[in-house]
């Protein structure tokens, strides 16, 4: 039987290793699912209600446990990782207080004695999850899933193995059927066959995925094939757009602790810094020099700013991507170099010149590097913005808040923020356009992506008139 190992990206030590899944065990697995949802469905919401507000308290008063869970497998600083914790709770608390009013029925005048529109659950949710915010991607899938009365099963990255297991220790510490929620360990070589064999099986009724263009596409195909629900939130190379008007120091500020933030591991961080030319030599400086004041270590260290990176194939492939973009054209400021030592640390970077038909230009970057991209104009800002495959979210900073909202509705993508780093919130909806993906997830709408919307028409006096046939 294989195994899979997670290690500590600070120090390279093993942490600890799980025993994969075989077949007949993803099998009992859906078994379980399957029956567990049919029981949890039946629950009044107040009920389900109950399991999600007692999760929230499991995960308060488990926080500092998670958060070291978090920091170990994946190397956020601790800071973030409690962050990471109490976001989750927060939104087991959202989800529980509004479920019921946002699958309310919806009555509808029409001439039958009575119509509505109902919201009832699919099945099982299959969801395939990434590292970076191990607990919060879930959760943030598993609070309204599991409210609308459907299952779920979680195919989670490797590297956070634990945090896969803590998610269904936390469901079920809080009262949770057996089986409802379960985190299947699976073999790498195995994932492929594994997801596409769960997503046509019929107890299955959608999947999410949170991860690469490459793996979307694997199960957006895999979903279209079985004619199945699919939510896709994908990458992103958010374009941080500064206007000329721009307060300066504020905006280097917030430039900075949104592209390092995580080691820049995050889909929604500003990657290109489209800056106008009027202020471009000085918002670069202040970039610099926000980027070289933070310190990169241990991450469990309160004094840490940047811990490492995820994994060491990760980090490798970010400077394969950074050595590229000089090597055509651009301008190393700050970086761009592992760190000595053990861990997967990669010094904060800035790079300016940058332009089409390099990586730094063209690709997402998915670590701690910045890009300047400097512009003549707002409507060379808009272009420039506006200049990649990618649609997920997008700043615009400017001292007027008008000028900024005119520039904003011309770039496309699934959120923008003036004059705010670009953050997900469980009170709006989360997702992208384009090469970002489809659907969305979190608030009202991200409930109603795994539900069936049921007409209801209802005739208590056959003299009433049907609906005219299509």
Not at 344 to 360: H, I, R, S, W
């Amino acid at each position: 039987m294989s195994a899979v190992v997670t290690v500590n990206p600070a120090t390279g030590q093993r942490l600890a290793e799980y025993r994969t899944l075989s077949g007949a065990d993803v099998d009992a697995a859906l078994d379980r699912a399957a029956v567990a949802q049919t029981g949890w469905a039946a629950l009044p919401f107040d009920e389900r209600s109950a399991v999600l507000r007692r999760a929230a308290e499991v995960l308060r008063a488990g926080a500092e446990q998670l958060a070291l869970l978090v920091t170990r497998e994946m190397g956020k600083p601790l800071a973030e990782s409690r962050a990471e914790v109490a976001k989750c709770a927060t939104a087991c608390d959202y989800y529980a207080e509004h479920a019921a009013r946002f699958l309310a029925d919806e009555p509808v005048a029409t001439s039958a004695d009575r119509s509505w529109i109902g919201y009832e659950p699919v099945g099982v949710v299959l969801a395939v999850m990434p590292w970076n915010f191990p607990l919060w991607q879930v959760l943030r899938l598993a609070a309204p899933a599991l409210m609308a009365g459907n299952a779920a099963l979680l195919k989670h990255s490797p590297n956070t193995t634990g945090c896969a297991l803590a998610v269904q220790r936390v469901l079920l510490d809080a009262g949770a059927p057996e089986g409802l929620f379960t985190a299947l360990v699976v073999a790498e070589p195995d994932v492929p066959a594994v997801t596409r064999r769960l997503i046509g099986d019929p107890r299955v009724g959608a999947v999410t995925i949170t991860g690469s263009e490459r793996a979307g596409r694997a199960v957006g195909s895999a979903a279209g094939d079985a004619i199945k629900k699919s939510v896709l939130e994908l990458g992103g190379s958010d374009p941080f757009v500064v206007l000329a008007d721009a307060d300066l120091p504020r905006v280097a500020a917030m430039a900075a602790r949104g592209r390092f933030l995580n080691a820049g591991q995050s889909c929604i961080s500003p990657k290109r810094f489209v800056v106008d030319a009027s202020v471009a030599e000085e918002f670069t400086r202040l970039l610099v020099a926000e980027a070289g004041a933070l310190t990169v270590g241990d991450p469990e260290s309160a004094a840490t700013d940047v811990g490492p990176m995820a994994r060491a194939d990760l980090l490798e492939g970010v400077h394969r991507q950074v050595e590229a973009s000089v090597a055509a054209g651009a301008r190393l400021l700050a970086g761009g170099r592992r760190l000595e030592g053990p861990g997967n640390f990669y010094a904060p970077t800035v790079l300016t010149d940058v332009a089409p038909g390099q990586p730094a230009h063209d690709e997402e970057i998915f670590g701690p590097v910045a890009t300047v991209i400097v512009v003549d104009g707002d409507d060379e800002a808009v272009r420039v913005a506006n200049d990649t495959r990618f649609g997920l979210g997008a700043s615009v900073w400017s001292a007027d808040p008008e000028r900024g909202i005119a520039v904003a509705r011309r770039i496309r993508s699934g959120a923008v923020f003036v004059n705010a780093v670009v953050a997900s919130d469980v009170r709006m909806p989360f997702g992208g356009t384009r090469a970002s993906g489809y659907g969305r997830e979190l608030a009202a709408a991200g409930i109603r992506e795994f539900v069936n919307v049921r007409t209801w028409w209802v005739l208590d006096s056959p003299a009433v008139t049907a609906p005219a046939s299509e």
